[in-house]
């Protein structure tokens, strides 16, 4: 059974109840929340041993792209031959390393046991300060069971109790799981019910407050792939606030999203290029319906241009919103 690490403590909170959606409406089946390698999850093929993102500065001259300054790193990412990641960097806009998460696993390089987040130092990669941990722990059929956040003194040490707990409850006849999180103090402070379908995908997952009171509901739509299609908000009345549909290619790679509000009007629309590196300079951006997408001879994705579609001119077009680097190495 694989156990990961995911990059950033904030998608913990929110992913491991949310982000494995679909619909169904008998009992479901529950998952094994860390079923996945950080590979799989971040949809990446083949051996990778390192990921490192950049962002990328360009203009707009005559409708076409000019590349701007030198590439920025934004975060890399080392993994281990399991697929898991060992640890993640996230860097400052000059290129400093800020801060970084390292993974501790169990003898197998699968089961996740710790993740400790180190600050960086005036810039530098040593020495390091511990800023925060978080602990997992299992239950008997090794369901994760209880995660525990701990904070650290000015010293580097870790307090001897715990900042956060998360308590998981698993209901299988209900096709449910239930994340409570509690104070150091052991006050709640929420619950998260999520409701998985026969494919053990999440269908509906709703957020309590400590009084019991829903605060929001997000329901999940696949396609016959088993590719998220649609992400929508509800509030505690059950209004519609805002819906996000999805549309891959046949490999899975994400290549459009389209954000409605709660009158289900567009608000906006993101598109996704790939592209080689050696095709960025001089790109024409009202040509992208040509651009025939390429990755690397893996299958990973190297550079990445989002556009967003606008209204004007008497119709539609599109304008350069990011443009991504990624360099990634593999095992041998």
Not at 29 to 52: E, F, I, K, T
Not at 172 to 186: F, L, N, P
């Amino acid at each position: 059974m694989i156990r990961t690490g995911l990059l950033a403590t904030a998608a913990v909170l929110v992913l491991l109840s949310s982000a494995l959606a679909g619909c169904g409406s008998n009992t479901g089946q529950l998952p094994d929340l860390y079923a996945q390698s950080d590979w799989q999850r971040m949809g990446l093929r083949g051996s990778v041993s390192s990921l490192a993102l950049y962002e990328l500065s360009w203009e707009d001259a005559f409708g076409r792209i000019r590349l701007a300054g030198l590439p920025a790193i934004d975060q890399s990412t080392a993994f281990l031959p399991t697929g898991n990641q060992a640890e993640s960097r996230y860097y400052d806009m000059a290129g400093q390393p800020k801060y970084s998460d390292v993974f501790v696993y169990d003898d197998d390089g699968e089961t996740w046991l710790e993740c400790v987040s180190y600050k960086s130092e005036s810039g530098n990669d040593s020495p390091r300060s511990p800023q925060w941990s978080y602990t997992n722990a299992y239950d008997e059929r090794n369901r994760i069971s209880r995660v525990e956040g701990y904070d650290y003194d000015t010293s580097g040490q870790k307090l001897a109790k715990a900042s956060w707990v998360h308590i998981y409850e698993y209901a299988a006849d209900e096709g449910k799981i239930v994340r409570s999180s509690y104070s150091g103090t052991g006050a709640l402070q929420w619950k998260n019910v999520t409701a998985y379908d026969g494919e053990g995908r999440a269908s509906v997952s709703t957020h309590y407050d400590q009084n019991g009171f829903a605060g929001w509901s997000d329901k999940f739509k696949y396609d016959a792939k088993g590719d998220r299609i649609e992400w929508s908000r509800y509030d505690s009345k059950g209004s519609l606030q805002w819906r996000d549909v999805f549309t891959y290619d046949d490999n899975g790679n994400e290549i459009r999203c389209a954000n409605y509000d709660y009158r289900n009007k567009l608000m906006w629309e993101a598109v996704y290029l790939y592209v080689a590196e050696e095709d960025l300079e001089g790109f024409a951006v009202n040509r992208w319906t040509e651009v025939k997408n390429k990755f690397d001879s893996r299958g990973n994705w190297t550079v990445r241009v989002t556009l967003e579609k606008k209204d004007g001119f008497g119709g539609s077009y599109v304008t350069v919103k990011e443009i991504q680097k990624r360099v990634i190495g593999y095992f041998p």
